[in-house]
């Protein structure tokens, strides 16, 4: 007779934790009770908030850039090394994980780790240009890991398309309020648009900012021609 002290129990097969919802397949396996597999929560697939510039754990101490990403729940060097291989990534990208790979960090975010800067002067959600001459000017720069930022725009509050303002990453940051460029609007035939500034970390991640602008720009008076008189 089966002994009273085992379960039949759902683990996951590539982890052999109770699956959590990100679990691919599933498989019955025989446990003692007082044995049980890892839980869920301690599954390899764990969504989690991170700051997005650091990928460590998100707290108030984060910056405004935070965001949820399905993290690789793991902790042993060695296998983090194996998962930076491409045979590794291949397994992170048929197992469902995004790239770049984000590792599940034990610590949360502190007041001294590093963070993103972007601030653009004058520049704010629904802010109103009334210039053909858009100066963009303002500080782009990282207090630590910085390696090249973008600037892009799109037609309406969600653009579907994105028209690039720098055609290279700007690799220096600008540590100081300073002016970065100036767009010709004339060209831009659009009540609405969208600014967005993305900046690259040395460590592989990535952070955005985003305005939606109302453009006012009075339509140019005509220059009359002269007409010769007889």
Not at 28 to 54: G, H, N, R
Not at 100 to 105: G, H, L, M, R
């Amino acid at each position: 007779a089966r002994p009273s002290d085992v379960v039949d129990t759902t683990i996951c097969t590539v982890s052999g934790a109770q699956p959590s919802e990100y679990c691919p397949t599933y498989k019955t396996e025989i446990f003692a009770s007082d044995q049980p597999p890892l839980p869920k929560d301690q599954d390899l697939w764990q969504k989690t908030s991170v700051d997005a510039w650091t990928n460590l754990q998100a707290s108030p101490s984060s910056s405004e850039f935070t965001k949820e990403v399905l993290t690789i729940n793991v902790e042993d060097e060695s296998a983090i090394e194996w998962l930076e291989t491409q045979t590794g990534r291949d397994w992170a990208d048929n197992n469902g994980f995004p790239d770049p790979i984000v590792i599940k960090q034990e610590r949360e975010c502190q007041l001294d780790d590093p963070r993103p800067i972007i601030d653009l002067i004058g520049v704010s959600n629904n802010a109103v240009i009334s210039d053909n001459s858009f100066v963009i000017a303002g500080v782009i720069d990282a207090t630590a890991n910085f390696k090249q930022f973008k600037i892009h725009w799109g037609e309406g509050s969600d653009p579907n398309e994105w028209y690039s303002l720098t055609p290279d990453w700007i690799t220096y940051p600008i540590s100081s309020a300073a002016e970065i460029l100036t767009w010709d609007l004339s060209d831009v035939d659009a009540d609405v648009i969208t600014l967005r500034v993305t900046m690259h970390s040395t460590i592989n991640t990535e952070v955005q900012k985003k305005w939606v602008l109302q453009l006012d720009i009075p339509t140019p008076t005509p220059t009359l021609t002269p007409i010769p008189t007889m």
